[in-house]
C-alpha cells in the first residue's frame, strides 16, 4: 500500500491546478505553502499534581478571501505537515463551495483518551492561552475536528473572552446552541455528502434507490445513512463498518434500528440479520453509492480495480490515493472528492458565524434550504469544470478553488 506525506499529496495537487490555469511562478509558491505557522508549547497541571509540556500548532494557510477557518485536532500523531496539509485542503474546500473565508487548521500532540475531562479542560484552555493574539472572528476561527467537541470549543470560547474581557461568541464555530451554536450543525458534512450524491445521480442518470454501503460509522456515516434515505426517497443500505469489525446484508439493514444499535452497544458487529465481512471486501461490493467516512487512504492502487460503485461520496478526508484517483476516472467511477462532499461541515460553520455576529439565530429548515442551495451550487460548478477542462472530479474541485484563490490573490496585489 502507498505511503504518503499528506503535505507533499497536496502540494502535488495544487501543481496540477495550476497547470490547467497557466498560473504564474509566484502565485504557485505564494499557494504551495502556508502563509503563517505558529509551533509553540504550553504546560498543563495534570490529576496528579505534575506539569506536562504539550506541542502544538496552529496554520493559518492562506487568508486572501477571508479569516482562516478550521479544526483543532487533540492527536497523538499530529505532524506539522498533516496540519500544513489540511490547512490547504479547507483553503481550497472554503473556496470551492464560495465561502469568504480562508483555511486554516490547529492540533495539539497528546492522547485524549489518556486525559481525564479536567485535564481536557486546561488542555483547551492553555492552548486559547498561547494563540488568543492570533486568533479573532476577523483573523483565524476555529472549530473541532478530530477527538475535539463542541464542549471543547465551550472551554475554549470561554478562555478567549476571559483573555479579552469581551463577549465573542463567532471566534469558535460548532459551539453549543445555548452559547451561540446554530441548528443544523449536528448533521451538516452527511447532509452536505448526501445533497452532493443527489445532483450526481440527476446528471449520471444513477439510481438513488440502489445500494450502497457505508465504510466508517462514526458521526458523518451514522447520518449518511439516515440522510440517504430521507433527502434521496430510498435506498437500500447493504453494508457499513466501523473500527471493530464490517457487517453484510443484502437485503438491506434498517438505517434507523443500526444507528441506535451502534450508539447503545458501541459497534455495528453482531446487529441482528448481518454477517461479518472483511473491510476490504465492504469497499468493493457492488453498489450504486459508497460512502468512505473512515480513514485516509482507503482506496489505493492495491483495491482501486475492484471498486464497482458508480458513485463514491467522500465524507472522510483524503480517503483516495492519487493513483486511486487515476484508475476510478479511467473505469468511469464518478468520485465527489472530499473538498467539496464534505464541505457542508464548514459551510454551517459560516451560517453560525454570521448568526453569531447579528445576534440573530435562524431556524433549522432555514439552514438546510442556504446549504442545500450552497451545495448544489457547487456541485455543478465542479461538474463543469470536469467537462470545461476533461478531469477527473478531484482535478476539477481544486481547479475550481485553486482559481477563486488565486484571483483574489491577484486583486489584492500579493502577486
Same mark, same amino acid.
Not at 14 to 22: G, H, P, Q, S, T
Not at 24 to 27: G, K, N, R, V
Given at each position: 500500500?502507498?505511503?504518503?506525506?499528506?503535505?507533499?499529496?497536496?502540494?502535488?495537487q495544487?501543481?496540477?491546478?495550476?497547470?490547467?490555469?497557466?498560473l504564474?511562478?509566484?502565485?504557485i509558491?505564494?499557494l504551495?505553502?502556508?502563509?503563517?505557522?505558529?509551533?509553540?508549547?504550553?504546560?498543563?497541571?495534570?490529576?496528579?499534581?505534575?506539569?506536562?509540556?504539550?506541542?502544538?500548532?496552529?496554520?493559518?494557510?492562506?487568508?486572501?478571501?477571508g479569516p482562516?477557518?478550521?479544526?483543532?485536532?487533540?492527536?497523538?500523531?499530529?505532524?506539522?505537515?498533516?496540519?500544513?496539509?489540511?490547512?490547504?485542503?479547507?483553503?481550497?474546500?472554503?473556496?470551492?463551495?464560495?465561502?469568504?473565508?480562508?483555511?486554516?487548521?490547529?492540533?495539539?500532540?497528546?492522547?485524549?483518551?489518556?486525559?481525564?475531562?479536567?485535564?481536557?479542560?486546561?488542555?483547551?484552555?492553555?492552548?486559547?492561552?498561547?494563540?488568543?493574539?492570533f486568533?479573532?472572528?476577523?483573523t483565524?476561527?476555529?472549530?473541532?475536528?478530530?477527538?475535539?467537541?463542541?464542549q471543547?470549543?465551550?472551554?475554549?470560547m470561554?478562555? !478567549?473572552?476571559?483573555?479579552?474581557?469581551?463577549?465573542?461568541p463567532?471566534?469558535?464555530?460548532?459551539?453549543?446552541?445555548?452559547?451561540?451554536?446554530?441548528?443544523g450543525?449536528r448533521?451538516?458534512?452527511a447532509?452536505?455528502?448526501?445533497?452532493?450524491?443527489?445532483?450526481?445521480?440527476?446528471?449520471l442518470?444513477?439510481?438513488?434507490?440502489?445500494?450502497?454501503?457505508?465504510q466508517?460509522?462514526?458521526?458523518?456515516?451514522?447520518?449518511?445513512?439516515?440522510?440517504?434515505h430521507?433527502?434521496?426517497?430510498?435506498?437500500?443500505?447493504?453494508?457499513?463498518?466501523?473500527?471493530?469489525?464490517?457487517? !453484510?446484508?443484502?437485503?438491506g439493514?434498517?438505517?434507523?434500528?443500526?444507528?441506535?444499535?451502534?450508539?447503545k452497544? +458501541?459497534?455495528?458487529?453482531n446487529?441482528? +440479520?448481518?454477517?461479518?465481512?472483511?473491510?476490504?471486501?465492504?469497499?468493493?461490493?457492488?453498489?450504486?453509492?459508497? !460512502?468512505?467516512?473512515?480513514?485516509?487512504?482507503?482506496?489505493?492502487?492495491?483495491?482501486?480495480?475492484?471498486?464497482?460503485?458508480?458513485?463514491v461520496?467522500e465524507?472522510?478526508?483524503?480517503?483516495?490515493?492519487?493513483?486511486?484517483?487515476?484508475?476510478?476516472?479511467?473505469?468511469g467511477?464518478?468520485?465527489?472528492p472530499?473538498?467539496?462532499?464534505?464541505?457542508?461541515?464548514?459551510t454551517?460553520?459560516y451560517?453560525?458565524?454570521v448568526?453569531?455576529?447579528?445576534?440573530y439565530?435562524w431556524?433549522?429548515?432555514?439552514?438546510?434550504?442556504?446549504?442545500?442551495?450552497?451545495?448544489?451550487?457547487?456541485?455543478?460548478?465542479? !461538474?463543469?469544470?470536469v467537462?470545461?477542462?476533461?478531469?477527473?472530479?478531484?482535478?476539477?474541485?481544486?481547479?475550481?478553488?485553486?482559481?477563486r484563490?488565486?484571483?483574489?490573490?491577484?486583486?489584492?496585489?500579493?502577486?
Open positions: 500500500m502507498e505511503s504518503y506525506n499528506s503535505f507533499k499529496v497536496a502540494q502535488q495544487i501543481l496540477e491546478a495550476a497547470k490547467i490555469l497557466n504564474d511562478e509566484a502565485t509558491e505564494l504551495s505553502w502556508p502563509q503563517k505557522e505558529i509551533k509553540f508549547t504550553f504546560p498543563v497541571k495534570l490529576d496528579n499534581g505534575k506539569v506536562k509540556i504539550f506541542h502544538a500548532y496552529r496554520i493559518q494557510y492562506n487568508t486572501a478571501r482562516a477557518k478550521g479544526g483543532i485536532r487533540f492527536h497523538p500523531d499530529e505532524t506539522v505537515d498533516t496540519i500544513r496539509a489540511l490547512a490547504g485542503w479547507m483553503t481550497w474546500k472554503t473556496a470551492v463551495v464560495d465561502l469568504p473565508l480562508g483555511g486554516g487548521k490547529g492540533g495539539v500532540v497528546c492522547n485524549p483518551k489518556l486525559l481525564s475531562e479536567r485535564e481536557l479542560e486546561n488542555l483547551s484552555r492553555g492552548y486559547i492561552r498561547a494563540i488568543a493574539q486568533i479573532g472572528v476577523d483565524d476561527i476555529p472549530a473541532p475536528d478530530v477527538y475535539t467537541n463542541p471543547t470549543m465551550a472551554w475554549m470561554d478562555e !478567549y473572552e476571559t483573555i479579552l474581557h469581551a463577549h465573542q463567532g471566534v469558535f464555530t460548532d459551539k453549543p446552541q445555548q452559547i451561540g451554536g446554530t441548528e450543525r448533521d451538516a458534512t447532509r452536505g455528502g448526501v445533497i452532493t450524491v443527489r445532483e450526481a445521480c440527476k446528471i442518470d444513477v439510481d438513488p434507490a440502489g445500494k450502497f454501503a457505508i466508517g460509522f462514526g458521526n458523518a456515516g451514522q447520518r449518511a445513512a439516515l440522510l440517504h430521507e433527502l434521496l426517497g430510498a435506498g437500500k443500505l447493504i453494508a457499513v463498518s466501523d473500527s471493530r469489525g464490517a457487517i !453484510y446484508n443484502p437485503d439493514f434498517d438505517s434507523t434500528e443500526l444507528v441506535q444499535y451502534k450508539l452497544t +458501541g459497534s455495528v458487529l446487529f441482528h +440479520g448481518s454477517k461479518p465481512i472483511s473491510h476490504e471486501s465492504l469497499l468493493e461490493l457492488d453498489v450504486n453509492i459508497l !460512502y468512505p467516512a473512515a480513514l485516509e487512504n482507503a482506496i489505493s492502487s492495491a483495491n482501486a480495480n475492484n471498486i464497482k460503485a458508480k458513485i461520496c465524507l472522510a478526508n483524503g480517503p483516495t490515493t492519487p493513483e486511486a484517483d487515476l484508475i476510478l476516472s479511467k473505469k467511477i464518478h468520485v465527489i472530499d473538498i467539496l462532499a464534505s464541505a457542508g461541515g464548514v454551517v460553520s451560517f453560525e458565524m448568526q453569531d455576529k447579528y445576534s439565530f431556524d433549522e429548515d432555514v439552514v438546510h434550504k442556504r446549504l442545500d442551495q450552497k451545495l448544489t451550487k457547487a456541485y455543478h460548478r465542479v !461538474y463543469e469544470a467537462k470545461e477542462k476533461n478531469v477527473h472530479p478531484r482535478l476539477a474541485a481544486m481547479v475550481v478553488g485553486v482559481a484563490v488565486a484571483e483574489a490573490c491577484k486583486l489584492r496585489g500579493w502577486v
